[in-house]
């Protein structure tokens, strides 16, 4: 079964800081999209950042940046200074034509800001 | 966030009981999705419609029947459910259902089920 995994439940960093949520994933295939989403305790989802497999250069938006490791299927997540908004649940996840187009989610890692 | 709403956002419900969740999308796309979000586990799909026609059903049990009447409305009809359907479940929608996609979620509504 293809799976995503997120080793981390949770995870805290201090206000400014810079904190890395790790992701790793199994696939068989070549072409896939990888993405970050955060679900703040509002509950409501939204993508954070997105990374197509194909693409050696890594995805960076504002203070969210990505390492894509694509030999060793790894995805981490880098936030940088590190704000109190960022509090909130991440999740990583995959699409892949093998799995009909299905975005794949990991077990979610929760992320505190201290101030 | 307004793209994606979902009503109502909780529900108290008896096992006898059918009731219908709703989601609309106002960002003219024209693929949505139903997603179920258990305590501690991943988020899990349970259908996927693309213009109007459902394109996955993942082995979801017949008590949850979805419609889709047209491109900006989802429903999920429930009947019979059992204490583990409590959930938050997710509504989605996406441009088309090709990978680079992003689906927009919405607010969730949180099932409880005695």
């Not at chain 2, 009503?7 to 999308?25: A, D, I």
């Not at chain 2, 409305?73 to 088309?96: I, M, R, V, W």
Request: with cysteine.
């Amino acid at each position: 079964a293809q799976t995503v995994t997120q080793s981390q439940p949770e995870m805290s960093v201090q206000e400014a800081e810079t904190v890395t949520l790790s992701c790793t994933y199994d696939t068989s295939e070549s072409d896939y999209y990888l993405f970050w989403y955060k679900q703040p305790p509002s509950r409501q989802m939204i993508l954070v950042i997105r990374q197509e497999a194909y693409k050696q250069q890594n995805a960076t938006e504002n203070r969210f940046s990505v390492n894509f490791q694509k030999a060793a299927k790894s995805f981490s997540l880098k936030i940088s200074d590190s704000q109190l908004g960022d509090a909130a649940m991440y999740f990583c996840a995959y699409r892949t034509y093998n799995q009909g187009g299905k975005l794949i989610f990991g077990q979610g890692t929760e992320l505190s800001v201290k101030p | 966030e307004t793209g994606v709403t979902q009503t109502p956002r909780h529900l108290v419900m008896g096992m006898t009981n059918k009731k219908s969740l709703k989601c609309e999308q106002h960002l003219g796309h024209n693929a949505m999705y139903w997603y179920k979000q258990s305590a501690k586990k991943p988020l899990e799909l349970m259908f996927v419609y693309n213009f109007k026609e459902q394109t996955e059903n993942n082995s979801v049990p017949s008590r949850f029947s979805p419609e889709c009447p047209n491109s900006s409305h989802l429903f999920l009809h429930l009947h019979t459910l059992q204490p583990e359907d409590s959930a938050l479940y997710l509504c989605a929608s996406s441009q088309g259902t090709t990978l680079q996609e992003t689906q927009y979620f919405g607010p969730g509504t949180r099932l409880l089920v005695l």
